[in-house]
């Protein structure tokens, strides 16, 4: 008896350091991909400051080609991350990432209202199925109880992008601004477009779809870890998608990421403006002080992430992260100046980026792995959906109405829905046994 304890012991002790050295190859790679992803995406945010007025577009206009990219995501959403199952991440993961840096540099030459949609809409048909492909690959290497870390790992990217993105947009704008006869909007779209064209190539050379073709682990590590992914989850439902999609719970936490993305995405698109509109011109220096909120984001969300996995505890640490971003969204419009402004701002984005990983890692616990591929495809498609439609609303809210914290009031009502929804997901079927001495 006390050598096979001892035998189980060893062999946990080896699993874990198996998960380190698969996490160390593959997740940094995977992060700066979804790194250039975000800020590809929300750059638009930036350049509003510079391209609104100087192609005369009205907030209305901007909330649209702001949320139309999520409307070609959505669309092509659940066959992108289909087709990835078929041919492989490497490849397909590859060609999303080349086209998608494409038609962000492209961005640089949009001259209407109408090019700026379609540039937008194209743009999200290009990004299509990158993350839930990403999530889907995460799958092929690390086990349920592995991945929350994993995933607010990943995650972290979110907020990096702005600590880091939100500066440098800022001084491109400013420093390059007239250079060669462009604006600085148009240097920004040409500059932030090329990495992701860079890392699409490099993903045929760094990433591995199957373990058996992992060049990085041995003959027995490929065994063991083959055998600790294999090993299936007491609470994992039998469903296959297609009856997933009967099934009210994959429908519930489609509405569940609705809720989350739409207060997420509205501060994002929507707080560069905010804080102009609050008294500070310098495109800079909104970038400074954009990456301050997503500064705090970034270490919350590895603490969440840790305490979650720790206790095995999912449901109350993705509401109450949820019910303090729509906290910091209901005081920031009452806040007297620039430094509590900013201070609200802070809470809110600390509330919300810290609810995407602790989101994330429930679907697996629910779903089969047959019904992983097309149902986190599903699931991401919601948050398209509130991509497109929160951005929208905000603009056309601030166009047509006078009483400017209507749009900050909504998406707070949005997460706080969301919130009180999570308590329909019984304990059982999410949270896991603590995790002791891991």
């Keep these: 008896m006390l050598t096979s304890t001892t035998d189980v012991m060893q062999g946990d002790i080896a699993d874990e350091t198996l998960f380190k050295k698969v996490l160390w190859r593959v997740l940094p790679f995977l992060l700066i991909c979804y790194f250039f992803a975000y800020l590809d ?12 007025e100087q192609l005369r577009f009205s907030d209305v206009v901007y909330g649209l080609g702001a949320g139309i990219f999520f409307i070609g995501y959505f669309i092509f959403e659940i066959p992108s991350n289909l087709i990835l199952e078929r041919v492989g991440a490497r490849r397909w993961i590859a060609r999303i ?51 929350g870390r994993v995933v607010a790992l990943l995650m972290a990217a979110v907020p990096v ?17 007239g250079a060669a006869g462009l604006g600085g909007w148009q240097w920004l779209f040409l500059i932030e477009g090329v990495p992701s064209l860079i890392l699409g190539v490099a993903c045929l050379f760094l990433l591995t779809d199957r373990i058996q073709d992992a060049a990085f682990l041995s003959s027995q590590e490929k065994q063991r870890l083959a055998a600790a992914l294999g090993r299936p989850s007491e609470h994992r439902s039998s469903h296959s998608f297609t009856q997933s999609l009967a099934h009210g719970r994959l429908w ?34 909104i970038g400074w002080l954009t990456a301050i909120p997503y500064l705090c984001a970034s270490v919350a969300m590895i603490f969440v992430g840790r305490s979650a996995d720790a206790s095995g505890e999912r449901r109350l640490h993705l509401a109450v992260p949820m019910l303090v971003g729509a906290f910091g969204l209901i005081i920031s419009f009452w806040m007297p100046n620039i430094p509590t402004i900013l201070l609200a701002l802070t809470i809110a984005t600390v509330g919300l ?17 047959s019904a992983m591929a097309g149902g986190l495809a599903l699931l991401n498609s919601a948050g398209a959906l509130a991509g497109f439609a929160g951005p929208y609303a905000i603009g056309w809210i601030r166009t047509n109405t006078t009483y400017a914290a209507l749009p900050l009031y909504m998406l707070a009502g949005v997460t706080i829905i969301g919130a009180l929804s999570v308590w329909a997901i019984r304990p059982s079927e999410v949270n896991r046994p603590p995790e002791v001495n891991r």
């Design 252 to 285: 519930h936490l489609a509405f569940l990421y609705f809720c989350i993305a739409a207060g997420n995405l509205g501060v994002a698109f929507w707080m560069p403006t905010i804080l102009k509109e609050a008294g500070v011109q310098s495109a800079s220096t």
């Design 97 to 147: 990432m080349i086209t998608w840096g494409v038609l962000s540099a492209g961005m640089a030459f949009v001259t209407s209202a109408n090019q700026f949609y379609v540039m937008r809409f194209l743009l999200g048909v290009a990004e299509a199925g990158f993350f839930p492909g990403i999530l889907l690959y995460l799958s092929y290497w690390f086990p349920d109880e592995k991945r």
């Design 41 to 52: 995406r929300v750059n638009v945010a930036f350049a509003k400051l510079q391209m609104a």
């Design 353 to 369: 980026t810290t609810s995407l990983p602790m989101f994330w890692p429930l679907p697996s616990t629910i779903l089969s792995r």
């Design 161 to 177: 992008s702005t600590i880091i993105g939100a500066p440098m947009s800022g001084t491109i704008m400013e420093g390059l601004k």
